[in-house]
């Protein structure tokens, strides 16, 4: 479907409260048609009440919901749809089948609810579940299926209807490792073709990573940062978005100086060069973010070099995870390569080091 035939979901200064605790504090957020947008935050930061509040299954207490021209819930007016009215294709950690009726019945059971001629039905179910890769699965029912069919199963009973929203709640959390890995790719080719705006909540950065347009990040009740999955990567706006992609290093260092964007520091007596990320001031301490892949062994005359005692060596299969003790600090670096030194020189670039104030 051509991506103009969606509808833009916006979400304004949303507030949620259940019981004493408010837990939306102001979310905006902006979803285009045939875009991707993934929720992802620690727990109890909101990204399932979000997504519930956009569903109609909780009223939040202010703020707006529209989708297209349609307001689904205006805090100020009064105005709540109820989520039977919304049209809403919905996915569920859980899959939520109906373990009595087969493939065919399940995904064709929205259509029927909506009165849609048989004919009519039969074309949509099976080009589903062609798309889908469950061809020849038609008459199976549910506890005769792998987790992963019994997902894309879901997904297709959610589509089937040309829903004007696709809102999915962990759909691959029930998925083992490899068959999640898998998932990841028909998931986000089967949301793109539909060419309408969708929103999923995932604990797994990963997942998020690879599926979504963007990642709004939450951090209890309040949008950290919306961007690209490599904008958040790379360019976290704060110490919270640095930490929480990616496992980085976090360690305490003493500004020295600071030249335009870039701040000299001083870690374990070793000088190293960051970008300033905030109002860093000389003679405080900062909180330096060192990702295990910028870092490397240095070579002879490098600078921005950090020397420690090696401590652990971890053989991951893919790569080897080295920790390198300076000082009090223990530093982690990812290597294709076993580390047999003692003592070792540490390098990274300048721009690859991040640094906020405590």
């Given at each position: 479907?051509?991506?103009?035939?969606?509808?833009?979901?916006?979400?304004?200064?949303?507030?949620?409260?259940?019981?004493?605790?408010?837990?939306?504090?102001?979310?905006?957020?902006?979803?285009?048609?045939?875009?991707?947008?993934?929720?992802?935050?620690?727990?109890?930061?909101?990204?399932?009440?979000?997504?519930?509040?956009?569903?109609?299954?909780?009223?939040?207490?202010?703020?707006?919901?529209?989708?297209?021209?349609?307001?689904?819930?205006?805090?100020?007016?009064?105005?709540?749809?109820?989520?039977?009215?919304?049209?809403?294709?919905?996915?569920?950690?859980?899959?939520?089948?109906?373990?009595?009726?087969?493939?065919?019945?399940?995904?064709?059971?929205?259509?029927?609810?909506?009165?849609?001629?048989?004919?009519?039905?039969?074309?949509?179910?099976?080009?589903?579940?062609?798309?889908?890769?469950?061809?020849?699965?038609?008459?199976?029912?549910?506890?005769?299926?792998?987790?992963?069919?019994?997902?894309?199963?879901?997904?297709?009973?959610?589509?089937?209807y040309d829903p004007r929203l696709l809102l999915l709640d962990?759909?691959?959390?029930?998925?083992?490792?490899?068959?999640?890995?898998?998932?990841?790719?028909?998931?986000?080719?089967?949301?793109?073709?539909?060419?309408?705006?969708?929103?999923?909540?995932?604990?797994?950065?990963?997942?998020?990573?690879?599926?979504?347009?963007?990642?709004?990040?939450?951090?209890?009740?309040?949008?950290?940062?919306?961007?690209?999955?490599?904008?958040?990567?790379?360019?976290?706006?704060?110490?919270?978005?640095?930490?929480?992609?990616?496992?980085?290093?976090?360690?305490?260092?003493?500004?020295?100086?600071?030249?335009?964007?870039?701040?000299?520091?001083?870690?374990?007596?070793?000088?190293?060069?960051?970008?300033?990320?905030?109002?860093?001031?000389?003679?405080?301490?900062?909180?330096?973010?060192?990702?295990?892949?910028?870092?490397?062994?240095?070579?002879?005359?490098?600078?921005?070099?950090?020397?420690?005692?090696?401590?652990?060596?971890?053989?991951?299969?893919?790569?080897?995870?080295?920790?390198?003790?300076?000082?009090?600090?223990?530093?982690?670096?990812?290597?294709?390569?076993?580390?047999?030194?003692?003592?070792?020189?540490?390098?990274?670039?300048?721009?690859?080091?991040?640094?906020?104030?405590?």
């Amino acid at each position: 479907m051509d991506s103009t035939q969606g509808e833009r979901l916006v979400v304004e200064a949303l507030e949620v409260r259940l019981g004493e605790n408010l837990v939306l504090k102001g979310v905006d957020l902006t979803v285009v048609p045939g875009e991707i947008v993934a929720l992802l935050g620690p727990s109890g930061s909101g990204k399932t009440t979000l997504l519930r509040a956009v569903a109609g299954l909780l009223r939040p207490t202010g703020g707006r919901i529209l989708l297209g021209k349609e307001v689904f819930f205006d805090g100020a007016k009064g105005v709540f749809l109820p989520p039977e009215r919304r049209n809403l294709g919905l996915v569920f950690q859980s899959y939520a089948l109906w373990p009595h009726r087969t493939v065919y019945e399940n995904v064709a059971y929205g259509l029927r609810l909506r009165r849609v001629s048989e004919e009519e039905v039969r074309r949509r179910v099976l080009e589903l579940l062609d798309r889908l890769g469950l061809t020849g699965l038609e008459r199976r029912y549910p506890g005769a299926l792998s987790g992963g069919q019994q997902q894309r199963v879901s997904l297709a009973r959610a589509l089937a209807y040309d829903p004007r929203l696709l809102l999915l709640d962990e759909p691959l959390s029930n998925l083992d490792a490899k068959l999640r890995d898998q998932a990841r790719v028909w998931l986000r080719e089967t949301l793109k073709a539909t060419g309408k705006a969708a929103l999923f909540v995932t604990h797994d950065q990963a997942e998020a990573m690879a599926i979504a347009d963007r990642i709004a990040l939450l951090n209890e009740g309040r949008m950290e940062q919306v961007g690209t999955p490599e904008e958040l990567y790379r360019h976290p706006k704060t110490l919270f978005v640095a930490d929480f992609l990616g496992n980085p290093n976090v360690v305490e260092a003493l500004v020295v100086s600071l030249e335009g964007s870039m701040a000299r520091l001083e870690l374990a007596g070793f000088p190293l060069r960051a970008r300033a990320m905030g109002a860093l001031t000389p003679g405080r301490l900062a909180k330096l973010v060192l990702r295990p892949e910028a870092l490397r062994p240095a070579g002879p005359g490098e600078v921005n070099v950090l020397e420690g005692e090696l401590a652990h060596s971890l053989y991951l299969g893919s790569h080897y995870e080295h920790w390198v003790r300076v000082e009090e600090a223990l530093i982690r670096f990812t290597s294709s390569l076993p580390v047999r030194e003692a003592r070792l020189r540490l390098s990274l670039e300048p721009e690859a080091a991040l640094a906020y104030p405590a």
